[in-house]
């Protein structure tokens, strides 16, 4: 086969002739794009799109459009694609024909298979998917190969971090599992090659230091804006996660039953969340009503119509104070405060941080009513108005001062 170079344009093109007056085929690879080239046949007047390049130590090619059908600016795009999947180690000749699915095809029937999944754990699936295994999606789960995985895991380790590894190969395995379930033709999962290999992902252990209370507490106080002021206090006091304390709405608070009320379709583990309020918190959402006419407790302009992200007015008190904490953190030092400091049994912390109790046959004869959890919630409230040195007002209505 004869072979020759120059900078393929619409121009150039043209002087590419089929059949090649030789009687064999001729190949022309692009200067401006390596591995991209113009296949000319020897006995038909077929020009053919073709990439080529070595995968895995092995020299492939692959034919993917024919010039009458596709101009040079989408075959030059599309042949980008293909030597992008090449480099990963991808044969894109393996890409799915019929049959199996690919792992895109796969992510959406496993995700339409689970409805107990939220939006927002759909989106964060495809998120992953789209980010971190985005040269597999098209193709299919059997070309998948264990050497692929553990050199895509260490590729995303290296460039997203270790923990955004780890959870896309666990979302693949996930993924591939629901469809080997219904094919039990298919090899066992590729991932298992990482049983050895999983990054090994220290536990995040931040936290308020109680020592910090103070100065934490008064840079909060001092923030221009009310709603992340008390939006933070909310959280530092309750231990509510980050996107249930943000999303909260005035339907679902009850100020005469002092009882917030969070729907299971908005809480993360599905079940409904019946928190009792403290004085403290109950003084603030009194506040709070009194000048609230919105639907969110904690309104904001963006897109849901509530403070979305917290990271900003921390930001600010990091900078006052010194203390750098995220929203998690504060749910971490209410844990803390309630264990260690304010003695609240496991069970009711638990019930509190709307926890799992597990499947523990014993625990789950214990039932725990709100109004216990109220007296819970109620020591941690004083252990931490102690420890933020909190002033508190002496008289018929106790109030706090902030």
């Not at 895995?56 to 999947?85: C, H, I, M, N, P």
Request: overall charge positive.
């Amino acid at each position: 086969m004869a072979m020759g170079k120059m900078k393929l344009t619409e121009r150039s093109m043209a002087r590419i002739k089929a059949p090649t007056s030789s009687g064999n085929q001729e190949l022309t690879w692009d200067t401006e794009l390596k591995g991209f080239g113009v296949l000319a046949s020897g006995t038909s007047n077929s020009r053919t799109y073709i990439v080529q390049r070595p995968v895995r130590g092995r020299k492939v090619r692959r034919a993917f459009a024919s010039v009458t059908e596709v101009s040079l600016t989408e075959a030059r795009d599309k042949a980008g694609e293909l030597l992008y999947q090449m480099r990963q180690g991808i044969d894109p000749n393996a890409i799915k024909q019929r049959g199996m699915p690919t792992l895109r095809e796969a992510l959406e029937a496993y995700l339409s298979a689970r409805r107990d999944l939220r939006p927002k754990s759909v989106a964060g699936y495809r998120h992953i998917f789209n980010s971190h295994l985005q040269p597999w999606l098209d193709l299919e789960l059997t070309a998948i190969t264990p050497d692929m995985v553990e050199d895509q895991h260490t590729a995303i380790g290296t460039s997203a971090g270790h923990a955004a590894a780890n959870l896309a190969m666990r979302s693949f395995r996930a993924v591939y599992n629901f469809v080997a379930e219904r094919r039990p033709e298919m090899p066992r999962h590729p991932v298992r090659i990482l049983r050895r290999s999983w990054f090994k992902v220290p536990r995040r252990t931040t936290m308020v230091p109680l020592a910090d209370l103070p100065k934490f507490y008064k840079a909060v106080c001092k923030l221009e804006s009310a709603v992340a002021r008390d939006y933070i206090l909310l959280l530092l006091f309750t231990g509510m996660r980050r996107e249930e304390a943000a999303s909260l709405q005035w339907e679902d608070i009850d100020l005469t039953a002092k009882i917030i009320r969070v729907p299971s379709q908005r809480t993360k583990a599905g079940r409904p969340l019946d928190l009792p309020m403290s004085s403290f918190v109950h003084d603030l959402l009194v506040a709070r009503r009194s000048i609230g006419k919105a639907k969110h407790v904690f309104p904001s302009t963006g897109r849901g119509g509530y403070i979305s992200e917290p990271k900003y007015p921390l930001g600010l008190v990091a900078e006052d104070c010194g203390v750098d904490v995220s929203a998690h953190d504060l749910r971490r030092t209410f844990a803390t405060v309630a264990e260690q400091h304010a003695n609240v049994r496991p069970i009711a912390l638990k019930a509190l941080l709307n926890h799992s109790v597990g499947n523990d046959v014993t625990t789950g004869y214990v039932i725990t009513t709100t109004e216990d959890l109220r007296e819970s919630a109620q020591k941690v409230c004083d252990k931490l108005i102690e420890l933020c040195k909190i002033e508190v007002a002496r008289g018929a209505n106790v109030r706090r001062i902030r």
